[in-house]
């Protein structure tokens, strides 16, 4: 029997011209930065479904911002809008000069969401950091930060600081896609005993589309903090030029004389990054490590799917 689709419905509000579809059509879209310039004013609510890891599908809802379909959303339409809601991403413009009345209509639609799904994750991204000065970013950051969780409560959020010119909207995205995966733990301990089997430093598992980072396991300390959310975005570019090229990606190899890093398709719906120091272990046993899990990993992807778990021996 074919597994069902699993829909979760997301929210993504925020005022008219703070960059919501614009990072949308980046994540899910394949649009590069400099060509969301393009992209018009969201009328009213546009509902779009992005397939996730096979069965799973987001049902997004990019609302827009103008004034007058936010106050309709909080009156006629607030049971049809803010009902079953997973997860509700709020986008601020961090230059906006209606700071009050964004922070209100932000707790209008908390009001609604703890009303109407008291369960749903709250998400804030702090957009447009590209615009502050560089040596003012964390201070901005952390004031808005601040306001917002106590301005959130009883709820709580997550916040994040973004812009559609580096990795920062990769690393926010990854962690919002992250908390709607349902099988993730399990997805998570059989990676770890992945790597343990095939004595790797760390492995990172993408989303086949987005390249968004769903799950990943380290054995040994690294040092760039960044690194998952540079990967994306790096990759995503490339993965863009080929399409250009009428080319499709598929794999990668990069090695120097510390490590070796293989990029390769996974399963259906995922790419997996292998990272090894031993220079003991060859390519071609890495390469094959690889395919020989694929289809346990199949598996795993199928939500209603039986229970199964790679063995560290």
Same mark, same amino acid.
């Given at each position: 029997?074919?597994?069902?689709?699993?829909?979760?419905? &997301?929210?993504?509000?925020?005022?008219?011209?703070?960059?919501?579809?614009?990072?949308?059509?980046?994540?899910?879209?394949?649009?590069?930065?400099?060509?969301?310039?393009?992209?018009?004013?969201?009328?009213?609510?546009?509902?779009?479904?992005?397939?996730?890891?096979?069965?799973?599908?987001?049902?997004?809802?990019?609302?827009?911002?103008?004034?007058?379909?936010?106050?309709?959303?909080?009156?006629?339409?607030?049971?049809?809008?803010?009902?079953?809601?997973? %997860?509700?991403?709020? &986008?601020?413009?961090?230059?906006?000069?209606?700071?009050?009345?964004?922070?209100?209509?932000?707790?209008?639609?908390?009001?609604?969401?703890?009303?109407?799904?008291?369960?749903?994750?709250?998400?804030?991204? %702090?957009?447009?950091?590209?615009?502050?000065?560089?040596?003012?970013?964390?201070?901005?950051?952390?004031?808005?930060?601040?306001?917002?969780?106590?301005?959130?409560?009883?709820?709580?959020?997550?916040?994040?600081?973004?812009?559609?010119?580096?990795?920062?909207?990769?690393?926010?995205?990854?962690?919002?896609?992250?908390?709607?995966?349902?099988?993730?733990?399990?997805?998570?301990?059989?990676?770890?005993?992945?790597?343990?089997?095939?004595?790797?430093?760390?492995?990172?598992?993408?989303?086949?589309?987005?390249?968004?980072?769903?799950?990943?396991?380290?054995?040994?300390?690294?040092?760039?903090?960044?690194?998952?959310?540079?990967?994306?975005?790096?990759?995503?570019?490339?993965?863009?030029?080929?399409?250009?090229?009428?080319?499709?990606?598929?794999?990668?190899?990069?090695?120097?004389?510390?490590?070796?890093?293989?990029?390769?398709?996974?399963?259906?719906?995922?790419? %997996?990054? &292998?990272?090894?120091?031993?220079?003991?272990?060859?390519?071609?046993?890495?390469?094959?490590?690889?395919?020989?899990?694929?289809?346990?990993?199949?598996?795993?992807?199928?939500?209603?799917?039986?229970?199964?778990?790679?063995?560290?021996?």
């Amino acid at each position: 029997m074919p597994n069902t689709a699993m829909k979760k419905k &997301v929210l993504l509000m925020g005022k008219s011209g703070s960059g919501k579809t614009s990072m949308r059509s980046i994540i899910f879209a394949n649009y590069i930065a400099r060509d969301t310039r393009r992209l018009g004013a969201t009328i009213d609510v546009e509902h779009s479904h992005v397939r996730f890891l096979g069965n799973l599908v987001l049902n997004l809802w990019d609302c827009g911002g103008q004034d007058t379909f936010m106050e309709n959303y909080f009156t006629s339409q607030r049971d049809n809008i803010f009902r079953n809601v997973e %997860v509700l991403i709020y &986008v601020f413009d961090v230059e906006s000069r209606e700071l009050e009345k964004d922070m209100h209509y932000y707790q209008s639609c908390l009001e609604a969401i703890l009303q109407n799904s008291p369960d749903a994750k709250i998400f804030c991204l %702090v957009h447009k950091m590209d615009l502050v000065q560089e040596d003012q970013r964390d201070l901005i950051f952390k004031e808005r930060e601040e306001d917002l969780r106590r301005l959130s409560r009883p709820l709580e959020c997550a916040c994040f600081r973004t812009s559609i010119w580096d990795e920062t909207l990769y690393k926010a995205w990854s962690s919002i896609v992250y908390q709607l995966i349902p099988n993730v733990q399990q997805l998570e301990m059989n990676l770890r005993n992945f790597a343990q089997i095939i004595e790797a430093d760390e492995v990172l598992l993408f989303e086949r589309a987005t390249f968004l980072v769903i799950s990943h396991y380290q054995c040994k300390e690294q040092r760039d903090v960044h690194r998952f959310e540079k990967i994306s975005n790096i990759i995503k570019q490339f993965k863009l030029s080929c399409s250009k090229l009428a080319a499709s990606f598929q794999s990668m190899e990069v090695r120097n004389s510390n490590f070796a890093a293989f990029i390769d398709i996974f399963t259906s719906n995922t790419y %997996v990054m &292998v990272v090894m120091s031993d220079p003991s272990i060859p390519s071609a046993a890495t390469l094959i490590n690889i395919r020989n899990a694929r289809k346990h990993f199949e598996k795993l992807e199928r939500v209603d799917g039986p229970k199964h778990s790679l063995l560290v021996r």
